[in-house]
């Protein structure tokens, strides 16, 4: 019984993928279990057992949402050696988002298994209400805010951090090479 999560990261430097499980299972024995099969059942070179890893949760609630936070890592580290020196700003790899993304499509990235949820109670259906009291909002990519189409009233009025704007318009790589 247990959780899973997929996830793929991407090393710019060696220009490969690294799908890979996030697991959450009762206990110690159990993950030990999950982890011998992973790797019997692996082609041969394609799992390393040093490379797999299993630590008792502490916190349930900090481990589901690390785990099911997200399929893939927007931003990457450019050197993943460097990592801790911070050298170099983060890139965005865009045609490896695109191709893990892609890859993933109709994947069920967060699963259980070993269990079935209890099925809820119908919900009672109410007759659908005609909403005539609505405004229209229009992405406006020059301010990064929503503007109503009437009245080009702002929604968030977000002012982006110049951070992250130096990043998105010199990070993002759009070549494997």
Request: proline share 4%; aromatic share 10%.
């Amino acid at each position: 019984m247990g959780i899973k999560s997929l996830e793929s990261n991407f090393n710019p430097l060696r220009k490969t993928y690294n799908p890979h499980l996030h697991v959450i299972v009762a206990n110690k024995e159990m993950a030990y279990i999950l982890l011998d099969e992973w790797c019997d059942r692996a082609k041969k070179g394609y799992v390393n057992r040093k490379g797999q890893k299993a630590v008792k949760v502490w916190n349930l609630d900090n481990a589901l949402v690390e785990i099911i936070k997200y399929g893939s890592k927007v931003f990457t580290e450019p050197d993943l050696k460097k990592r801790a020196k911070e050298t170099a700003a983060p890139q965005i790899y865009m045609n490896a988002l695109y191709t893990i993304l892609n890859a993933m499509k109709s994947k069920r990235i967060f699963d259980r298994f070993g269990f079935n949820l209890p099925t809820e109670a119908k919900l009672k259906h109410y007759p659908a209400t005609l909403l005539d009291n609505f405004r229209e909002w229009e992405f406006n990519a020059k301010t990064n805010d929503w503007n109503n189409t009437s009245t080009g009233e702002a929604l968030t009025q977000y002012n982006m951090p110049s951070n992250l704007q130096a990043l998105l318009e010199n990070n993002i790589n759009v070549t494997l090479k």
